[in-house]
C-alpha cells in the first residue's frame, strides 16, 4: 500500500462519540486525501490537504475535520459520530495536485451504532 | 448534475477471454480519466491513467480507450485470468481538479 497506514484499522463506536482516525505515510507526497466508501457508490471526498496545516473541504465534509501537523500525518475526527458515518474510511495520498495517480490505504472500517 | 456510470452488476467472464468493462458519463468535460483495481478490504490500486487527447492506453495486458464524443472509457483486460478478480473502478478528472469516481464493477474471471 506504498507505505500509507491507516489506524485503528477496525472501530465500534457509539453516536455522539467522538472518533479520530489517522493516517500516516513515509512516500512524503504533499497531497493527502479523506475519502468515504459506501456501497453502491463511488468514493466521496470528505477533506484534503495540500500541505502542512493546509485543509479544504470536499463533497461530504459536513460532521468532520481534519488537521495536517506534519507532512506525514493526516487525521480524520468525527466531532459527534452518527450512524450515518458508519462506512468505510480510506486514506490516500498524491504528488499531483490535480489527483492523479493516487495511492490508497488499507482503509478503517467504522460502525456507529 | 454530473454523472459517472459503472455497469452494477457483477461481468462474469472465462479465463483466457478478453473482460470488457464500461465506463460511462454524462454533465461532465474531464481532462483525463483513471481506472483502479480494489480486492475486497483493501484500498483501490491505480493502473492507468489517460488524457482526454489521447485515444487509447495500454499496459501489459490492460487497454484502456477513451471517447469524449461517446462519453465512455473501456477497459480491456485481455487473456484474463482468476487472478484479475476484483472490482474496477473508473475516476473522471477535471481542469479544475475535482475528481469523481464511479462505484465499480465487480469482475468474475471463472477457470
Known amino acids: 500500500d506504498a507505505g500509507i497506514t491507516q489506524s485503528p484499522r477496525h472501530k465500534v463506536t457509539e453516536t455522539g462519540t467522538p472518533v479520530t482516525l489517522r493516517c500516516h505515510q513515509t512516500e512524503n507526497h504533499r497531497y493527502m486525501y479523506w475519502y468515504r466508501q459506501d456501497p453502491g457508490h463511488g468514493l466521496r471526498l470528505i477533506h484534503y490537504s495540500y500541505g502542512v496545516k493546509d485543509t479544504d473541504k470536499g463533497e461530504v465534509s459536513d460532521g468532520y475535520s481534519v488537521s495536517r501537523s506534519k507532512t506525514e500525518d493526516f487525521l480524520l475526527t468525527l466531532e459527534s459520530a452518527t450512524s450515518s458515518q458508519t462506512s468505510v474510511y480510506f486514506c490516500?495520498?498524491?504528488?499531483?495536485?490535480?489527483?492523479?495517480?493516487?495511492?490508497f490505504g488499507p482503509g478503517t472500517r467504522l460502525l456507529v451504532l | 448534475s454530473q454523472k459517472i456510470e459503472q455497469n452494477s452488476e457483477a461481468l462474469n467472464i472465462q479465463e483466457g477471454k478478453t473482460a470488457t468493462l464500461t465506463c460511462n458519463y454524462t454533465?461532465?468535460?474531464?481532462?483525463?480519466l483513471q481506472w483502479y483495481r480494489q480486492d475486497p478490504g483493501r484500498g483501490p490500486v491505480f493502473l492507468l491513467l489517460i488524457r482526454e487527447n489521447e485515444k487509447e492506453k495500454r499496459k501489459e495486458r490492460l487497454k484502456v480507450t477513451f471517447d469524449t464524443t461517446l462519453k465512455q472509457s473501456l477497459f480491456h483486460i485481455t487473456a484474463s485470468q482468476p487472478a484479475d478478480s476484483a472490482t474496477y473502478l473508473c475516476?473522471?478528472?477535471?481542469?479544475?481538479?475535482?475528481?469523481?469516481w464511479g462505484a465499480g464493477t465487480k469482475l468474475i474471471i471463472k477457470p
Open positions: 490516500a495520498i498524491s504528488e499531483s495536485e490535480a489527483q492523479e495517480t493516487q495511492y
Open positions: 454533465n461532465y468535460s474531464p481532462a483525463y
Open positions: 475516476a473522471l478528472g477535471r481542469s479544475n481538479y475535482q475528481l469523481i
